[in-house]
């Protein structure tokens, strides 16, 4: 059974940083195209990083140079590290992998919600 857990949300200041962590189990997260996906109040998800089981990596246009994905293998992890923090970043983030070789299927964690204030 694949779990993601989010961890690492909160309340930070305009300007702040946060480091969003997501643990994967029952799967691999090097093996799987794994992302993190931004919803702001009353707004639908959106893609904020994602990053290939080849290690390619793409960014969400509002966050390029600001927001850095990257995994570790060892852990079994795959993190989002948020500089620069604006106030419309404020929403619950979802981590989210594509798993499977001929049809592939959507796994999301449960989310971890992310304040921003001005």
């Known amino acids: 059974q694949v779990q993601l857990v989010e961890s690492g949300g909160g309340l930070v200041q305009a300007g702040g940083s946060l480091r969003l962590s997501c643990a994967a189990s029952?799967?691999?997260?090097?093996?799987?195209?794994m992302g993190w996906y931004h919803q702001a109040p009353g707004k639908q998800r959106e893609l904020v990083a994602r990053i290939t089981k080849g290690g390619s990596t793409n960014y969400g246009d509002s966050v390029k140079g600001r927001f850095t994905i990257s995994r570790d293998n060892a852990k079994n992890t795959v993190y989002l590290q948020m500089n620069n923090l604006k106030p419309e970043d404020t929403g619950v983030y979802y981590c989210h992998a594509l798993i499977g070789v001929i049809i592939k299927y959507n796994y999301w964690g449960q989310g971890t919600q992310v304040t921003v204030s001005s």
């Open positions: 029952g799967t691999v997260v090097s093996s799987n195209d």
